[in-house]
């Protein structure tokens, strides 16, 4: 347990009384930081009880104590995430600091710098966040379609007539879904989203009712475009951690298929062209 001393011990260090809301002490101040008998008072706990923690002893602890422990050592997110482990608890979700708030500029570049294959970023309830020029070019995102992923594999027609594995593919995407449902079973989002997609698609709704889970990972698909014919693509969920409302799908080009070349001459200037009088379908 020494490692969980020294992190309470080093959080204690950093917050000032006055930061606390307490008064500084004067002279009689060792340290700058608080004392163990002040974080016991501040959360709402005995000072032999902190003691104990901060000792690693064999005590039982519950959430609700190490959240106001957190409080009062003004921990972040990921730290509050770091005591539980070393506490022994099953953390928290991650929540997203304020200084990672504005990641999207950056995220945009990625999802740009990976043209010409399809790229977009999604957020927990799959709702499209950002696409690149690819993405609306080869899976057909637009503005007018449906901005959730879920809804849109089910609804959207243009996407449909183009998914030549859709079938396939269905059974996973749902059982995805229930993946990421099981991460906030309290979430009224998730719930919205399933109830509309169980009214939209008697084909999700069966789905549904199977209780399939699995993780999001890497998805095969085939894709028959109509100005450059079939495309296979594997199609790869990554989370970022700093933002773990977000994820990221990029779609590769499958190896021994003439993929990469159709994508690349979609986004040549000529491809843009033909683009601008797309054959239907």
Not at 19 to 26: I, S
Not at 65 to 90: I, K, P
């Amino acid at each position: 347990m020494r490692e969980l001393r020294e992190f309470l011990m080093s959080r204690r260090a950093r917050v000032t009384p006055a930061e606390a809301g307490l008064p500084d002490g004067g002279a009689r101040r060792r340290t700058p930081g608080l004392r163990r008998e002040e974080v016991a008072v501040l959360a709402g706990v005995g000072a032999s009880w902190y003691q104990w923690l901060e000792q690693g002893r064999d005590i039982s602890v519950s959430p609700q104590v190490l959240d106001a422990v957190a409080r009062v050592l003004r921990m972040s997110s990921a730290e509050r995430r770091h005591l539980y482990v070393l506490a022994g608890l099953n953390p928290p979700v991650l929540e997203v600091a304020a200084a990672d708030q504005q990641m999207c500029d950056g995220l945009r570049r990625l999802i740009d710098t990976w043209m010409p294959y399809p790229a977009h970023i999604m957020d927990a309830y799959w709702n499209c966040v950002m696409y690149n020029d690819a993405a609306a070019a080869v899976l057909g995102m637009r503005p007018d379609s449906r901005q959730n992923c879920l809804l849109a594999f089910f609804t959207d027609e243009l996407y449909r007539q183009r998914s030549q594995s859709w079938e396939a593919n269905a059974r996973q995407v749902v059982a995805q879904y229930r993946a990421a449902c099981s991460e906030h079973p309290d979430d009224e989002g998730f719930a919205r989203v399933v109830a509309e997609a169980r009214e939209l698609s008697a084909e999700f709704a069966e789905l549904w009712e199977r209780r399939d889970i699995a993780p999001g990972g890497l998805l095969a698909k085939e894709l028959q475009h109509p100005l450059v014919g079939l495309l296979f693509f594997e199609s790869t969920q990554l989370r970022i951690p700093a933002r773990p409302d977000l994820s990221i799908v990029l779609h590769t080009p499958q190896p021994h298929t003439d993929t990469a070349r159709k994508v690349e001459w979609l986004a040549s200037p000529e491809g843009r062209r033909g683009s601008l009088y797309p054959v239907a379908g």
